[in-house]
């Protein structure tokens, strides 16, 4: 099911007002407590209607925090090619959506808002951990995918503070392939090495 | 050159003054930018009472900034040590500072500054550049000194964060010895390894 995207006469601010409500609803209660009827409630609209525009809890919550895209998405498939590049693929995926100002601001204003605010951190955390590491436990067959996953946030976290928030040299003004072959191994072990 | 730490009658005043001239100019200029004159200068007083009470320009950023501790007096004797045990002496005396609450606090706190405000991202990244790496680079002998200190930047901020901030499980319950077994390789491999 892919959200409808298109503006329909009338339907702007209905949909405003349901991001309004997913956007309060999950910074106040984290992802796992807010369900898709009490945003509806929230909006004052039927459930389906939420459903309608914007697809599953997994998708509105995409759409509510404005993410260029969905991390999810963009991991499940990374997960599945062969297993010897997959730190490698990962990296550069993440790069590449770090690298572009316009993707990078909402990644950042996330994190940003995650290490300010508890309630945004464990939204964050509870997205990572249902969604994210969900699919990873899903698609990878090695032991302790949940420890793997925390290890990998550790370095992904850190990389894109480093570089694009404290703006650390010379690993700011790297060149993503410096980055790559320095970070990548660091990433193969966690998700599928030996700890 | 060690600070005096001692209160005298009547200096406490003086001191506070000279500690939040710091913190203004800091915060405002970065750390580089900012000179013990100038922070005398925003006091009122003589730039010697500045050293008299609180030593070099690095002890009374310290100081300012109500650090625990000196990061860069704890860096240089972990690197003189053994050179294999280097990655795990480093985030054992992290995780020490980290896993106690009084010590945590301010560390976090600076952390939380720096991602959330640029002057104080850049007062962070000018301390961690001009005194920490520079104590690094009098230390190892290595190549890429500040390459491999911005490396070991990414892992450290994104454990710290990770593990207090956002507590992503089951990394933020992990025993100290799980965390070093996951996580002295990579910094190991940072300092001295292969890149």
Avoid: C
Wanted: proline residues 6%.
């Amino acid at each position: 099911m892919s959200p409808r995207t298109g503006r329909r006469p009338g339907s702007s601010g209905t949909q405003d007002a349901i991001l309004d409500s997913a956007r309060n609803l999950f910074g106040a209660n984290g992802y796992n407590a807010t369900s898709i009827r009490r945003i509806a409630q929230g909006a004052g609209v039927d459930p389906a209607l939420v459903h309608h525009y914007f697809g599953t809890k997994e998708q509105l919550f995409v759409a509510a925090m404005e993410l260029p895209l969905n991390p999810a998405d963009m991991i499940g498939p990374l997960l599945l090619g062969d297993r010897d590049g997959l730190g490698e693929r990962l990296l550069r995926s993440f790069l590449a959506v770090w690298d572009s100002e316009p993707t990078r601001a909402p990644m950042l204003a996330m994190i940003r808002s995650a290490v300010q605010h508890e309630q945004a951190a464990t939204m964050m955390r509870e997205f990572i951990e249902g969604v994210i590491v969900a699919r990873a436990v899903a698609t990878l067959a090695v032991d302790n995918v949940e420890w793997r996953a925390s290890l990998v946030s550790t370095q992904v976290l850190g990389l894109a503070i480093a570089r694009y928030i404290i703006k650390v040299e010379p690993l700011a003004s790297a060149e993503p392939d410096e980055v790559v072959a320095a970070i990548a191994p660091t990433l193969q072990r966690y998700l599928v090495g030996e700890l």
